[in-house]
C-alpha cells in the first residue's frame, strides 16, 4: 500500500447529553464501521494520515468531549474515561451503528479497551495504538486521589494567549512527546481558537489537566478485558510506551504487540503506511 493524498474530511456534528461532539469521517458510508478515537490534548486530526489509507473503512474520529471543535463540559468537573464511554456510545446510535470497530491512540486506546469491556457484543474488532490499560491505583490511594483531583478542579486555570501559531506549534513538536512539524500543524488547526482581537488560544478545556476522581484499581482493569470478545491487535511504538513505561509494556505480552519504528504519536508519521497495512488486513 502506497500513502495517498490526503483526502479532504467529512464534518459531523452530534448532540449527546446535551453536548455538541463533532467529528470527521473518512472513506464511504457503506464500508467498514470503525470509531476512532484520539489521545489526549489531541483531537480527530489526529487521524488526518492514518484514516485515509483505510481504503475499505468508513472511519468516523471524534473531537471527544472538551477537545477539539467539541463542546467542553459544564462546570468546574475533571474528565474522567468512562464519561467519554458513554459518548461514543451515543455517536455510534447516532450513526445507527449496532456493531462496528474501535481504533484508540494512548488515552483513545485505554477508552476503547474499557469500551470493548463494557458492551463487548457490540464491538467487532479493537485496534490500540501505542496504549491499551489505564495506568492502575491502588484501592488504598482512593482518598488521596479524589483529594487531589478535587485540589486540581478548585484551582482557576486561565488560557495562554498567543498573538500567532507558531509557539503553539512548537509546543506541540517539543512537547512531551516529539511530532513532526507536519503532525504538529495538524492538530494545531484542529486545537486552537481565534479570538476576536485577532490573538489565538487552545480549544481545549484546562479542566483535562485536572486529576480524574477515581482510578481502577489493577482488578478492575482486568475485568474490562476479560470481558473483550472482539479480536484485538496492539502495536506500540518503539520510541513511545516501550521505551518510557517498559514496566508497564510487560503486562501487554499475553496480547501478542508488535512493536514499530517511532515515537508515540507515530500513526500521524511516516509508520502511518505500516500501521495502515496491518490494520486493514486485521479489520477485513
Not at 474501535?102 to 463487548?120: E, M, N, Q
Not at 485577532?198 to 482486568?222: I, V
Not at 513511545?240 to 510487560?250: D, F, I, S, W
Request: net charge negative.
Amino acid at each position: 500500500m502506497s500513502e495517498t493524498s490526503l483526502s479532504s474530511p467529512e464534518q459531523l456534528s452530534f448532540n449527546v447529553q446535551g453536548l455538541t461532539i463533532k467529528a470527521q469521517a473518512w472513506g464511504r458510508p457503506e464500508g467498514i464501521p470503525v470509531l476512532a478515537v484520539h489521545g489526549w490534548l489531541d483531537s480527530s486530526a489526529s487521524y488526518f494520515r492514518l484514516a485515509p489509507l483505510l481504503e475499505q473503512c468508513y472511519v468516523v474520529a471524534v473531537d471527544c468531549a472538551g477537545h477539539g471543535r467539541s463542546d467542553h463540559r459544564l462546570g468546574q468537573e475533571p474528565y474522567n474515561i468512562w464519561q467519554d464511554i458513554g459518548e461514543l456510545f451515543a455517536v455510534a446510535d447516532a450513526l445507527e451503528w449496532d456493531k462496528f470497530a474501535l481504533i484508540g491512540h494512548s488515552r483513545g486506546a485505554i477508552i476503547s479497551t474499557l469500551a470493548a469491556g463494557t458492551f463487548p457484543e457490540r464491538i467487532t474488532h479493537l485496534a490500540l495504538l501505542d496504549g491499551m490499560l489505564p495506568q492502575p491505583l491502588a484501592a488504598d490511594q482512593a482518598p488521596q486521589q479524589l483529594a487531589q483531583s478535587i485540589k486540581d478542579s478548585q484551582r482557576q486555570r486561565r488560557l495562554s494567549v498567543y498573538d500567532d501559531q507558531e509557539p503553539m506549534i512548537q509546543a506541540r513538536m517539543h512537547g512531551v512527546w516529539a511530532l513532526s512539524r507536519v503532525a504538529a500543524g495538524a492538530l494545531i488547526e484542529r486545537g486552537v481558537n481565534k479570538t476576536a482581537e485577532g490573538t489565538y488560544q487552545w480549544s481545549s478545556d484546562p479542566m483535562l489537566k485536572a486529576a480524574s476522581s477515581m482510578k481502577l484499581t489493577l482488578e478492575q482493569a482486568q475485568a474490562f478485558v476479560e470481558r473483550i470478545e472482539a479480536p484485538v491487535k496492539l502495536l506500540l511504538a518503539q520510541g513511545g510506551t516501550v521505551a518510557r513505561y517498559p514496566e508497564q509494556v510487560k503486562a501487554l505480552d499475553v496480547f501478542h504487540p508488535e512493536t514499530l519504528a517511532g515515537t508515540h504519536h507515530f500513526h500521524m508519521e511516516e509508520q502511518a503506511v505500516q500501521i495502515a497495512e496491518r490494520l486493514s488486513a486485521f479489520l477485513t
